[in-house]
């Protein structure tokens, strides 16, 4: 991958594939995703790969979610405008492998879930791809189907690549009239509109910077750790879906305080990041325990919470805990309600009448020092965040889930005691880093919000506006 893919995805068979494929090239795109279905034929997949050329388009196949037919595998392969595909299941690269080579890809990667806000499925594919993966599925429109505010789509491209992306995909070029109202790129009479308008001004921002934004690397050093067995007891504690609410909340944190980072699974390598934060590792494997037990020793940072090392992987309780509680410098027999215990602290700023809901850990401090209490109606003050030192590093924990702006607060208390460098803009405003292949750093500002932000060294944004900025000076 060269320079940044900007283009859109396509049914073949219900595509005109002369006039579309010289509509898309009219819109500044270099790359159509041709999405095969039940329903595609090789005919029709020939059609749009061959205008495609003719048109300076390079090809993505996206394969279907049960088997591909070979013969549709032998028509992309044949084409010289296919350079990569897109798997539906990992097990399918093996199919694939044959039709595969040198300027040949193959990527198992989600779809791009919003237009705005902490994306975890492209993180976590980020990590796993090591940096080489595409933001497909870039929503061009609201979720009811409202049109794209001026410069939005432009400013949601720019994200992604500035996140580490090597191409954005708009989700689809025609509007689909079969069920749910899904506006395309094409109106309803199939011809070009505003959503067509913003991805052109979309691919031309793009084709513009198409120089320094190739071949960015990214350097993320910090970590939301995903663990399975850890989801599976606590969504058995709490409910279905309370393990992602819960990690969801400490990502949206992250990502108001502009800390980058990626989604590891649970048997990941940590060396390569300053922080790791795991909000709801109740269930963890000793090797597991013992790698974060060296990650802090080292001088790493670590944020957990959520029971922490409750149970094993297997989800037996844990009876021998010496090793957790050095780590994290307190022993806890439990839980108990929270009862609106309202949160204190002498050196964090909390927002005014800030409370616990739902449950408290009771946790009996041994070597950890307490950085904010609850005010609990029976037990008194409890400890609601402590910081253990441990090694070079240390480890801070949350007893409970933080309301959202009382999150924001106590976790830049936190980076700043775990030494983690906050840049001071937080959200709406994005600042995003990343090196050219040049070795010249870029610094990206981008303004996810309806109206003008002010930027750090004078002047503003306008609303959903970007400005890239290359050793102090605009590109």
């Given at each position: 991958m060269e320079k940044p893919f900007c283009g859109v995805s396509c049914r073949p068979e219900e595509t005109r594939a002369g006039r579309?494929?010289?509509?898309?090239?009219k819109a500044g795109f270099n790359v159509v995703n041709a999405v095969l279905s039940p329903a595609t034929t090789p005919a029709a997949l020939g059609r749009l790969l061959e205008k495609a050329r003719e048109q300076g388009l390079r090809a993505l196949v996206t394969l279907p979610e049960g088997e591909c037919p070979k013969r549709l595998l032998q028509t992309a392969a044949e084409s010289d405008a296919v350079v990569g595909f897109r798997l539906a299941r990992e097990e399918q690269r093996?199919?694939?492998?044959p039709y595969l080579g040198p300027g040949r890809f193959a990527l198992c990667l989600p779809d791009a879930g919003t237009l705005d806000g902490a994306d975890m499925a492209l993180?976590?594919?980020?990590?796993?791809?090591?940096?080489?993966?595409?933001a497909f599925g870039v929503p061009a429109c609201g979720p009811r189907g409202e049109l794209p505010s001026p410069g939005r789509l432009a400013l949601a491209a720019l994200t992604h690549l500035a996140d580490g992306a090597k191409g954005v995909i708009f989700e689809?070029?025609?509007s689909e009239i079969g069920g749910a109202y899904a506006p395309g790129l094409l109106g309803w009479d199939g011809r070009p509109g505003e959503i067509f308008e913003e991805c052109q001004k979309a691919a031309g921002e793009l084709s513009r910077l198409a120089d320094r934004l190739s071949g960015?690397?990214?350097?993320?050093?910090?970590?939301?750790?995903?663990s399975r067995p850890s989801r599976t007891l606590w969504d058995a504690l709490y409910g279905p879906g309370?393990?992602?609410?819960?990690?969801?909340a400490l990502a949206g944190s992250l990502y108001r305080l502009n800390v980058e980072f990626d989604i590891l699974d649970d048997d990941a390598a940590l060396e390569n990041y300053d922080l790791i934060a795991a909000p709801a590792l109740c269930a963890v494997s000793d090797g597991l325990l013992e790698a974060l037990c060296a990650f802090v020793e080292r001088g790493g940072g670590l944020i957990a919470g959520g029971r922490t090392g409750f149970t094993d992987e297997k989800l037996t309780p844990r009876t021998r805990a010496k090793t957790l509680t050095k780590l994290l410098g307190f022993t806890s027999p439990g839980t108990v309600e929270a009862q609106d215990a309202l949160l204190r602290s002498r050196t964090v700023i909390l927002p005014e009448g800030a409370a616990l809901t739902g449950t408290v850990e009771l946790l009996r401090p041994a070597g950890a020092s307490v950085l904010i209490t609850a005010a609990h109606p029976e037990r008194g003050d409890l400890p609601a965040v402590t910081v253990n030192v441990y090694g070079r590093g240390k480890c801070a924990y949350l007893a409970a889930s933080l309301p959202p702006e009382a999150l924001d607060q106590t976790l830049d208390a936190l980076l700043r005691a775990l030494r983690i460098p906050l840049p001071g803009i937080r959200a709406p405003l994005l600042l995003r880093r990343a090196r050219t292949n040049e070795g010249r750093d870029l610094i990206f500002f981008l303004n996810h919000?309806?109206?003008?932000?002010?930027?750090?060294?004078?002047?503003?944004?306008?609303?959903?506006?970007?400005?890239?900025?290359?050793?102090?000076?605009?590109?």
């Open positions: 579309d494929t010289a509509l898309m090239a093996e199919a694939l492998s993180h976590a594919a980020r990590a796993r791809a090591r940096g080489e993966y595409i689809r070029f025609h960015l690397r990214k350097r993320v050093r910090s970590a939301l750790l995903l309370s393990y992602d609410q819960h990690l969801r919000s309806p109206h003008p932000h002010p930027l750090p060294f004078g002047g503003d944004l306008p609303p959903w506006g970007f400005q890239v900025r290359e050793n102090g000076r605009t590109l």
